[in-house]
């Protein structure tokens, strides 16, 4: 176990990269784990680290995935079920109570946010490793016979059903316990970023993994001055020092500083701000280069907020700056949301709004199923675009994928008989047929040796 912290200065993600590295060389596989909401993003940033941009020893996933790739080739007798099965479990045993078997909740059986909070229970007594059981608790007794009573209808038909009743984390800790996965887990190490506090269910997973002698490398942010503060009630960094000396404690682990000692207006400006907070005193002011490093405005309304971003992101693009390099945080992502993209599409300034996604979102796992939608259609024109929108698939630019796709629709091109043919119809010389074919060949030629290799035993 190995715990390093740096301040804010420090690419930490490229620390941590370093850190994966070396354990590749030493032998391991690494799985390289990030919070939900920054597992895309951060995937990004480890590969633009890496030499050669790419890693077959280095899988940037989460705790939850990770598990997956363990249990992968488990025969499961159950049934996964989804959140909206879940819920329809959930609407079925409260239809068949009577509402005066619910002294509270009696009212709200059908209620579509009150079985939607029940949906959200579920998971949040699996995160936290406990069952409806523990419910007992519950200081008020209507309310905790209301909650046992269909929680307990719910197990029974988890049950009768067979559908999964424990998540893929809480699997895999029951294989790893039980020593099914000794000879998988002998050669893997884990690099944790990102975090600043685990669920009981991760925390489970990283002290039995430690135990069993998995290499494990935890990063956090916080500076030397709040680690050795004794005093962090408010400190900027207090959630990432108590993390961390909780960590500490729990496997007698002494953390490692490894800050880089950047010196400018963005480091001088973070020691004065957490000074504000831990009313301590700054040995040195900020200089006038410093107070020019940060602009404050004060608006009135939400839009003309915005406006101001919208104005100050073209104006650095005429200065020279690209849109890659440019991000804005935003408080609550859902109440900027929608004016936002109005803003930003008056201002033709496009923009990715980061967030937790579902692993089906991710360009790998479109590649997989657009390849076998292809081959199981027969070259159906959505499933085309699909697969060159990924942009993992060919070269082809992105003006190259819209002529392409805007000739496919116009031309109706569905079914590999139309793809392997050369492209004949247009419309008063509208399109290059030329420069079409020669996509269609860029596309379609790599696909015909894929698609006809034969299944391996």
Not at 108 to 120: A, C, G, S, T
Not at 423 to 441: A, D, P, Y
Request: hydrophobic letters at 40%; a negative charge; glycine letters at 4%.
């Amino acid at each position: 176990m190995k715990l390093l912290y740096t301040d804010v200065r420090t690419p930490l993600t490229q620390v941590l990269t370093q850190e994966a590295v070396g354990l590749v060389e030493d032998g391991k596989r690494v799985f390289y784990i990030a919070p939900n909401s920054l597992s895309f993003e951060k995937e990004a940033k480890v590969l633009s680290y890496l030499e050669g941009q790419a890693s077959f020893a280095i899988t940037v996933t989460r705790f939850a995935q990770m598990a997956r790739y363990f249990i992968l080739n488990q025969v499961f007798e159950e049934q996964p079920l989804d959140d909206i099965g879940l819920g329809m479990l959930f609407f079925k045993a409260l239809s068949q109570m009577k509402e005066q078997d619910l002294k509270v909740y009696g009212a709200l059986r059908k209620d579509p946010q009150f079985i939607q909070q029940l949906v959200q229970l579920y998971h949040e007594l699996q995160t936290a490793q406990m069952d409806f059981t523990d419910l007992e608790m519950l200081e008020e007794a209507e309310k905790r016979e209301d909650l046992l009573a269909i929680f307990e209808a719910v197990s029974e038909m988890l049950v009768q059903h067979r559908y999964e009743s424990q998540s893929k984390i809480a699997f895999f800790l029951n294989q790893v316990e039980a020593g099914h996965l000794e000879e998988q887990l002998k050669d893997v190490a884990i690099v944790v970023d990102g975090f600043t506090r685990f669920s009981a269910e991760e925390e489970a997973l990283i002290s039995l993994l430690h135990r069993k002698g998995v290499e494990i490398v935890i990063g956090v942010y916080a500076s030397e001055k709040a680690y050795r503060a004794t005093f962090r009630e408010g400190n900027l960094y207090q959630a990432s020092v108590d993390f961390l000396l909780q960590l500490a404690k729990t496997f007698e682990v002494q953390p490692q500083y490894c800050g880089q000692a950047i010196e400018d207006s963005f480091s001088r400006i973070t020691r004065m701000l957490e000074a504000r907070y831990d009313f301590s005193q700054v040995e040195n002011e900020l200089k006038e280069d410093d107070r020019t490093a940060v602009q404050l405005w004060q608006t009135n309304t939400q839009k003309e907020e915005l406006e101001f971003v919208a104005k100050s992101i073209r104006q650095r693009l005429h200065d020279g700056a690209r849109y890659r390099d440019i991000r804005v945080l935003l408080g609550d992502v859902e109440a900027y949301q929608l004016q936002l993209k109005t803003i930003f599409d008056q201002y033709q300034i496009p923009f990715y709004l980061g967030r937790s996604e579902a692993m089906v979102h991710h360009p790998l796992i479109q590649v997989i199923e657009s390849l076998g939608r292809i081959k199981q259609f027969n070259y159906q024109t959505e499933d085309v675009i699909n697969l060159l929108k990924t942009g993992l698939y060919s070269d082809l630019t992105q003006e190259e994928v819209d002529a392409f796709e805007q000739y496919l629709r116009f031309a109706e091109v569905k079914g590999a008989t139309k793809f392997h043919k050369p492209f004949t119809s247009n419309r008063q010389g509208k399109f290059n047929l030329e420069e079409l074919n020669t996509l269609r060949e860029r596309v379609v030629e790599p696909l015909v040796p894929f698609f006809s290799q034969r299944k391996q035993r």
